[in-house]
């Protein structure tokens, strides 16, 4: 309990960069130790040569430095838009008085570390159990998740991104946003429950939805 009151004493900038620093480095070793030229041609053997297989690689080898600067950006917008659809629920329940934005901002870097904890897992079940697999075996996977009951070729590409997002690790981030919204503020323990129920769930089921139609009309394309 030491460490986590030790969290929420940190400023919000430094839990932000080492948020997005670990970020990084799990993108990082999972592009270099994961993904490599045998994983790359194995997936795409049925569509490139070897050689022509290799050069695309290389390309995307060489252009991956945009992906780590852009993983800051795309936390701070996630931790912006649902910092605002958290403190609504606090408006509903007539609580802003109590949660600060900031505040609520702050939880949702602590939480995130929940995130990265489930990319270490999948990172290390690839590095050292998986075998043989290719990137959308890669795709594929997310650890104690209901997508691990399915064979790939099981399940339809319009079902993958739902299934994953049923997990054990979405779940304890779900606890850990109410406990954060409880430990940060003067609400109750059922008020921030109430908060999460009438605003992040609703959201995080439209997201799906969204993914879901954005899948069906690609497939359709």
């Not at 480095?25 to 997936?43: A, H, K, P, Q």
């Not at 702050?106 to 999948?122: D, F, H, N, P, T």
């Not at 940060?184 to 879901?212: N, R």
Request: proline share 2%; glycine share 4%.
């Amino acid at each position: 309990m030491s460490i986590v009151q030790g969290l929420y004493n940190l400023k919000k900038l430094h839990l932000f960069a080492g948020i997005a620093f670990l970020n990084i480095l799990i993108s990082w070793l999972s592009n270099r130790m994961l993904v490599d030229e045998v994983v790359f041609y194995n997936t795409f053997s049925d569509q490139l040569t070897w050689d022509r297989a290799m050069n695309l690689f290389g390309n995307l080898k060489n252009i991956a430095w945009l992906g780590y600067i852009t993983i800051p950006i795309i936390l701070f917008i996630k931790f912006s838009v649902v910092s605002l659809i958290l403190y609504s629920g606090a408006f509903m329940f007539n609580l802003h008085n109590e949660l600060t934005l900031g505040s609520i901002f702050r939880v949702l870097i602590i939480s995130e570390i929940i995130i990265i904890l489930a990319g270490l897992v999948k990172f290390l079940w690839f590095l050292f159990f998986a075998g043989n697999y290719t990137l959308h075996d890669l795709n594929f996977f997310y650890p104690l998740s209901l997508i691990n009951l399915f064979r790939i070729e099981e399940v339809s590409q319009f079902w993958i991104f739902p299934l994953q997002m049923v997990n054990l690790f979405q779940i304890i981030y779900i606890l850990s946003l109410s406990y954060g919204l409880y430990r940060s503020s003067g609400i109750t323990q059922s008020g921030s429950e109430k908060i999460i129920l009438a605003t992040y769930l609703p959201a995080l089921i439209v997201w799906v939805a969204f993914i879901m139609f954005l899948t069906l009309d690609t497939a359709v394309i």
